[in-house]
């Protein structure tokens, strides 16, 4: 019995990390390709420079993220048949069906078009290869889809049956996998999410440079103009996809009660039935044990969220442990996740994505086109920084020094958010790998010994980190120089080469 505990907590530990860490570059890769399309068409549509610039500096970082995204996701397939292979034998039948589909549609548009993207500036006429970037923006965006289906059906399991004779789960409607109500508001809770992410991160390398505009330390007014119209649009995206996380995180929520009420429990440490019930900012005490001894609460909040009213009654951890253990046997002890960790989770989520969205409205607030420049100064793109920054008391507060900083700080709160939230969402599931199908001590790979599972964590371990610096390198690398002012767009859409002409040309755009 301990031996196998061992198993099942070394695996969960190495699939928590990897994931964990393949999900920094996720939510960039969807989207800083959504920001870079967005970019390059106000480009094409204006031709002004500015955006030209633009989207060529953060469709470097774009490049990045998505390289390396694609180096660690593809490890997360690998361990379904290293460390879990009882799960991949119960559920691959329909787990594996639309990360096939992820693999074969989404994937493929992603990599074909990202290709034509990168090597065809100077060789495609420009709305063609506009519409490339657009098409891999698509692409991120179904290859999300398709995979928080699957991951939606471990949340709640539909379209299959169980077969009598070799007992494993069969697909019997991939329709109701990709579009039950559990995927539908889990893509749209992460794509706003991501979004929200992307932007924060385009909101601080904006901030940093247009801080060091501000100081005198760029004097290229191309720069600048660049850089203000990123910032600007990344507010923009900012807030409007804060919003549509609040809004998809209420839906979310209610959903969770219906299908997942332990989960829920647990995330407020609500350890008995209570009508109506309470919704928990933030507790002083073991929650873990139900011995809370400070609690700051808003009266029948919960039951709001839960149900939509005030007054709705909302089950406990106890009630609901005592049912799933006279449902599948055991003991109540057994149904009952980490609560520390689903609690924190759960409000760490909140706070950093909300924080964002916070400093998102706040900047968009006070960069306001009217108080942008100096009256005198509003109509060129190359006037020197110190021209650029407003007299404006309310704008001279948001370029003030700690007014940057908290803006350059932020990039990283929707980044811990989307960590906070998944452990949040993997281990408040817990002991289910599919609920009320598997638990996750029968999913593990039963030959595979926790010496070897303790050499591979390690060995991956090291690997990310080394990885880890090479990201932070390049991204450093690539960002604090700021765009490529001296590169002028093309000056008129390609036409084709003669047939004389040599081929051996170099490459339009690579990095």
């Given at each position: 019995?301990?031996?196998?505990?061992?198993?099942?907590?070394?695996?969960?530990w190495?699939?928590?990390?990897t994931t964990?860490?393949?999900?920094?570059?996720?939510?960039?890769?969807?989207?800083?390709?959504?920001?870079?399309?967005?970019?390059?068409?106000?480009?094409?549509?204006t031709?002004?420079?500015?955006?030209?610039?633009?989207t060529?500096?953060?469709?470097?970082?774009?490049?990045?993220n998505?390289?390396?995204?694609?180096?660690?996701?593809?490890?997360?397939?690998?361990?379904?048949?290293?460390?879990?292979?009882?799960?991949?034998?119960?559920?691959?039948?329909?787990?594996?069906?639309p990360?096939?589909?992820?693999?074969?549609?989404?994937?493929?548009?992603?990599?074909?078009?990202?290709g034509?993207w990168?090597?065809?500036w100077?060789?495609?006429?420009?709305?063609l290869?506009?519409?490339?970037?657009?098409?891999?923006?698509?692409?991120?965006?179904?290859?999300?889809?398709?995979?928080?289906?699957?991951?939606s059906?471990?949340q709640?399991?539909?379209?299959?049956?169980?077969?009598?004779?070799s007992?494993?789960?069969?697909?019997t409607?991939?329709?109701?996998?990709?579009?039950?109500?559990?995927?539908?508001?889990?893509?749209f809770?992460?794509?706003?999410?991501a979004f929200?992410t992307?932007?924060?991160?385009?909101?601080?390398?904006?901030?940093?440079?247009?801080?060091?505009?501000?100081?005198?330390?760029?004097?290229?007014?191309?720069?600048?103009?660049?850089?203000?119209?990123?910032?600007?649009?990344?507010?923009?995206?900012?807030?409007?996809?804060?919003?549509?996380?609040?809004?998809?995180?209420?839906?979310?929520?209610?959903?969770m009660?219906?299908?997942?009420?332990?989960?829920?429990?647990?995330?407020e440490?609500?350890?008995?039935?209570?009508?109506?019930?309470?919704?928990?900012?933030?507790?002083?005490?073991?929650?873990?044990?139900g011995?809370?001894?400070?609690a700051?609460?808003?009266?029948?909040?919960l039951?709001?969220?839960?149900?939509?009213?005030?007054?709705?009654?909302?089950?406990?951890?106890?009630?609901?442990?005592?049912?799933?253990?006279?449902?599948?046997?055991?003991?109540?002890?057994?149904?009952?996740?980490?609560?520390?960790?689903t609690y924190?989770g759960?409000?760490?989520?909140?706070?950093?994505?909300?924080?964002?969205?916070?400093?998102?409205?706040?900047?968009?607030?006070l960069?306001?086109?009217?108080?942008?420049?100096?009256p005198?100064?509003?109509?060129?793109?190359d006037?020197?920084?110190?021209?650029?920054?407003?007299?404006?008391?309310?704008?001279?507060?948001f370029?003030?020094?700690?007014?940057?900083?908290?803006?350059?700080l932020?990039?990283?709160?929707?980044?811990?958010?989307?960590?906070?939230?998944?452990?949040?969402?993997?281990?408040?599931?817990?002991?289910?790998v599919?609920?009320?199908?598997?638990r996750?001590?029968?999913?593990?790979?039963?030959?595979?010994?926790?010496?070897?599972?303790?050499v591979?964590?390690?060995?991956?371990?090291?690997l990310?980190?080394?990885?880890?610096?090479v990201?932070?390198?390049?991204?450093?690398?690539?960002?604090?120089?700021?765009?490529?002012?001296?590169?002028?767009?093309?000056?008129?859409?390609?036409?084709?080469?003669?047939?004389?002409?040599?081929?051996?040309?170099?490459?339009?755009?690579?990095?």
């Amino acid at each position: 019995m301990e031996l196998a505990v061992a198993q099942e907590t070394v695996a969960r530990w190495q699939f928590g990390v990897t994931t964990v860490y393949h999900f920094l570059f996720v939510p960039l890769s969807i989207s800083l390709a959504g920001i870079v399309a967005a970019l390059e068409t106000a480009w094409v549509r204006t031709g002004k420079v500015k955006y030209f610039h633009a989207t060529k500096f953060w469709g470097k970082l774009f490049l990045i993220n998505l390289a390396m995204g694609v180096v660690t996701g593809i490890l997360q397939e690998f361990q379904f048949g290293m460390n879990w292979s009882a799960y991949s034998r119960f559920v691959g039948d329909v787990f594996g069906a639309p990360l096939a589909m992820e693999a074969l549609i989404a994937f493929f548009f992603e990599s074909t078009f990202i290709g034509l993207w990168i090597f065809g500036w100077d060789r495609l006429p420009k709305r063609l290869h506009c519409a490339c970037i657009w098409i891999v923006a698509l692409g991120t965006v179904l290859s999300a889809w398709f995979i928080l289906a699957a991951n939606s059906f471990m949340q709640h399991p539909v379209g299959y049956r169980i077969d009598p004779v070799s007992g494993r789960a069969q697909l019997t409607d991939i329709w109701q996998v990709l579009f039950q109500d559990t995927t539908l508001v889990v893509v749209f809770h992460t794509l706003t999410a991501a979004f929200l992410t992307g932007a924060a991160l385009v909101v601080g390398i904006s901030a940093y440079h247009l801080a060091r505009a501000g100081r005198g330390a760029e004097t290229d007014g191309r720069k600048t103009a660049a850089m203000r119209v990123s910032l600007r649009l990344s507010l923009v995206v900012a807030v409007v996809a804060g919003l549509g996380t609040a809004l998809s995180g209420d839906r979310l929520a209610k959903v969770m009660f219906e299908q997942q009420p332990m989960k829920m429990a647990a995330a407020e440490a609500l350890w008995d039935t209570e009508a109506p019930a309470p919704f928990s900012i933030l507790s002083v005490g073991d929650v873990g044990e139900g011995r809370n001894l400070v609690a700051l609460e808003i009266p029948a909040a919960l039951s709001f969220l839960a149900e939509g009213d005030f007054s709705s009654p909302v089950a406990g951890i106890n009630d609901t442990a005592e049912e799933q253990a006279r449902e599948f046997g055991g003991s109540r002890e057994d149904y009952i996740p980490d609560i520390f960790m689903t609690y924190w989770g759960f409000r760490l989520m909140i706070f950093f994505g909300m924080a964002g969205l916070a400093v998102a409205a706040a900047g968009l607030w006070l960069t306001r086109k009217r108080f942008w420049l100096h009256p005198a100064h509003r109509t060129g793109e190359d006037e020197p920084p110190h021209l650029m920054l407003t007299r404006n008391v309310r704008m001279n507060a948001f370029l003030s020094r700690w007014s940057w900083r908290v803006a350059v700080l932020t990039l990283a709160f929707p980044l811990a958010g989307n960590s906070f939230g998944w452990i949040f969402t993997e281990m408040g599931r817990q002991p289910w790998v599919v609920l009320d199908l598997q638990r996750t001590a029968d999913a593990v790979s039963p030959d595979v010994g926790v010496g070897r599972q303790i050499v591979s964590l390690a060995a991956l371990s090291a690997l990310y980190a080394v990885l880890a610096v090479v990201e932070a390198g390049l991204m450093v690398k690539y960002a604090r120089p700021g765009p490529d002012v001296g590169e002028r767009p093309p000056a008129k859409d390609p036409t084709l080469r003669p047939s004389d002409e040599d081929g051996d040309q170099p490459l339009a755009f690579a990095y």
